[in-house]
């Protein structure tokens, strides 16, 4: 089926990859027939019936295999708009025509005829009827494995559909970024990008978009992405490390892989990891190795909202940071040198993050004694004490000072390095403008770290800086917050927060 109409159709149709055979094409491209129909079209047709009508019967010809026809007919249509200076008609006549042509093998010569019709779409002052043609100009690149060109194009139709409230043409046009993505090995993005795609889907009712979501995401599944591959190596070195008989190694080995399956939003598994860390450091009496497998476990906890868990972690781990600090065995050295972080830097952290879970007396004393192991100047730790002071002073109601905190803390942690810390700081904040009921602050700054958190592929600060965009955004863009809602419910339906994956999506229904 091929219909300049039925543009948007070939992305849905170009990720379902094998999934989707000729007559799941046929449905889908049905499916989206009407969305993608050119804004103006009854106007032109009132205006020029002549050229509508040979319009009408290209596309029919093209629709049919009656290619010679077809291209004769949207020549003459493109004639009859230049004449009578129809700049709109003209533009979705050479539209069609490209579409044809380029579905007929002729890639270029289409290409050439796709930068006629954007030229007259601008002179029109059509933006969507450019986006459409940016659209097509994407599809032409993929099918040549030109991803790069393909990603770019894709991602400005999708910013141009989004600008002009075609949601559906935006749920099409994500779905082209995330077969670009996938191509591109950028497939932790490509979860993100089809979540997106479904969640518009939803929105829409478009059964068929999500049907494409879905087989989208399962094919997405099969692919190594950027965490199987450090995933893959630390099982490696964990099953190297047992049959050499190196304890250590081994032991560090699911360490990192419960750091990796957090950072991954797969709490269950960083759990069991974290256990088997600690089980092999505790057999082997090495008290740093059991605080940093305690430490973990509590810090997860606590981003997860399990404060009651985080705060039995943190306090099995503080003993054990004495002993380690106090212990001066060979073990212990051949520990610390295996570590990247320093233990007196590893230890503030855990104090830190301690004091964000306790009582606010217990708090006060945590913040003092992480600022007594690593005196000022080291920005991990100057940031991360900045950031839990500011939650400090959030809790006991000083929002000025708390602000001021979360400021510098970004300011502070700007490092690549420190990465996720800055995240987390950009995110207390809009948490706090939220509060304050400072919109426009709250959404830019929920909208920076919501790109940090999907920079460093950490799936909790995803849900949590999703949702609260979403509550900012509810009373003004209820159709983002929508959207917004519907992907931290997935988030925390993946992380086991089941509650707050309820509550996100029955928020969400409410919006429609």
């Known amino acids: ?84 200076g129809d700049l709109a008609g003209q533009g979705r006549a050479l539209l069609g025509l490209a579409t044809h042509t380029r579905y007929t093998g002729q890639g270029e010569v289409a290409r050439d005829i796709y930068v006629r ?132 190694l081994e032991g560090l080995g699911n360490l990192g892989m419960g750091r990796l ?26 008290p740093n190795g059991e605080f940093d497998a305690l430490a973990a476990v509590g810090d997860l906890e606590r981003r997860l909202g399990a404060a009651d868990a985080a705060r039995d972690a943190f306090e099995r781990a503080v003993p054990l940071l004495d002993r380690a600090r106090a212990s001066q065995s060979t073990e212990v050295r051949a520990f610390e040198d295996a570590a990247t972080v320093p233990l ?60 001021s905190a979360f400021e510098e803390a970004a300011a502070t942690l700007v490092d690549p390095a420190h990465a996720l810390g800055r995240a987390q700081a950009l995110l207390a904040r809009a948490d706090l403008e939220r509060e304050r009921a400072n919109a426009p602050a709250a959404i830019d700054l929920y909208g920076r770290a919501l790109e940090a958190f999907l920079a460093v592929r950490d799936r909790i600060g995803e849900g949590d800086a999703r949702y609260g965009l979403a509550r900012i955004l509810a009373a003004t863009d209820r159709t983002e917050a929508n959207i917004q809602y519907r992907i931290a419910a997935r988030a925390f339906d993946e992380l086991g927060l089941t509650q707050r994956a309820q509550a996100a999506a029955a928020t969400a229904r409410t919006l429609n």
């Not at 399956?261 to 090495?286: Q, Y």
């Open 117 to 248: 019709a954007k030229s007259a779409f601008a002179q029109a002052g059509d933006a969507l009827g450019q986006a459409r043609v940016t659209f097509a100009v994407a599809e032409l690149e993929r099918a040549r494995f030109n991803n790069d060109a393909a990603l770019a194009g894709f991602r400005d139709a999708a910013a141009a559909f989004h600008a002009h409230g075609q949601l559906g043409l935006e749920g099409q046009a994500l779905l082209g970024i995330a077969d670009s993505e996938r191509r591109l090995g950028r497939i932790v993005a490509a979860f993100g990008t089809v979540d997106r795609a479904r969640a518009i889907f939803e929105i829409t009712n478009d059964r068929a978009g999500q049907q494409v979501a879905d087989r989208t995401r399962d094919e997405l599944v099969t692919y190594i992405d950027e965490n199987d591959e450090t995933r893959l190596k630390l099982a490696y070195d964990i099953n190297y490390a047992d049959q050499g008989g190196s304890r250590l």
């Open 1 to 84: 089926m091929r219909s300049s109409s039925l543009l948007a159709a070939s992305a849905l149709l170009a990720v379902s990859l094998a999934a989707c055979g000729d007559s799941g094409d046929q449905q889908a491209e049905q499916a989206v027939t009407a969305a993608t129909q050119p804004a103006g079209a009854a106007k032109g047709a009132a205006g020029n019936p002549q050229a509508e009508g040979l319009l009408a019967q290209a596309e029919q010809a093209a629709n049919t295999g009656r290619d010679a026809q077809a291209n004769d007919l949207y020549q003459r249509a493109v004639a009859l708009y230049q004449q009578a």
């Open 261 to 286: 399956e957090v950072t991954a939003g797969r709490p269950a598994l960083a759990r069991r990891f974290f256990a088997e860390a600690r089980t092999i450091f505790t057999e082997m009496k090495l």
């Open 344 to 403: 007196a830097e590893r230890g503030a952290l855990m104090l830190l993050a301690y004091a964000d879970v306790a009582p606010p007396a217990d708090a006060a004393r945590h913040l003092d004694a992480a600022r007594a192991l690593v005196p000022p100047g080291t920005a991990r730790i100057d940031g991360a004490l900045l950031l839990a002071r500011g939650r400090a002073e959030q809790r006991a109601g000083r929002l000025d000072a708390a602000a």
